[in-house]
């Protein structure tokens, strides 16, 4: 069992940043690659980015590709989302989750993830 919380959420203006932070306990950290994913409103979730367990290898959605920075620090068992350049189509839910896979397809797939949290509203103004 993986109880994820994310925090950091809020509401930004067009062009600035936050930093969203995961923190997982329940099992060994490292046993998992970790992912974020957004949900807007009547829109299916979308895949954000990916991280391997050792942090050596992240994948992204195209959309964020360069403007987000995903991470982790396993000392602190925390996985973190820097959100830059942020435009109001970033508006949405975020949510992390955890999974046994790992891989530039496998990664991408909500249905390959098996812990979530419960989400944090980001809300870009513009």
């Known amino acids: 069992q993986v109880q994820l919380v994310e925090s950091g959420g809020g509401l930004v203006q067009a062009g600035g940043s936050l930093r969203l932070s995961c923190a997982a306990s329940?099992?060994?950290?490292?046993?998992?690659?970790m992912g974020w994913f957004r949900q807007a409103p009547q829109k299916d979730r979308e895949f954000v980015a990916t991280?391997?367990?050792?942090?050596?290898?992240?994948y992204y959605g195209d959309s964020v590709k360069g403007r987000f920075t995903i991470s982790r620090d396993n000392a602190k068992n925390t996985v973190y989302l820097q959100m830059n350049s942020l435009k109001p189509e970033d508006t949405a839910v975020y949510y992390c989750?955890?999974?046994?896979?790992?891989?530039?397809?496998?990664?991408?797939?909500?249905?390959?993830?098996?812990?979530w949290g419960q989400g944090t509203q980001v809300t870009v103004s513009s």
């Open positions: 991280i391997r367990w050792n942090g050596g290898t992240t």
């Open positions: 989750a955890s999974s046994q896979y790992f891989g530039a397809s496998a990664s991408r797939a909500p249905s390959n993830y098996d812990y």
């Open positions: 329940g099992r060994t950290f490292t046993s998992y690659a």
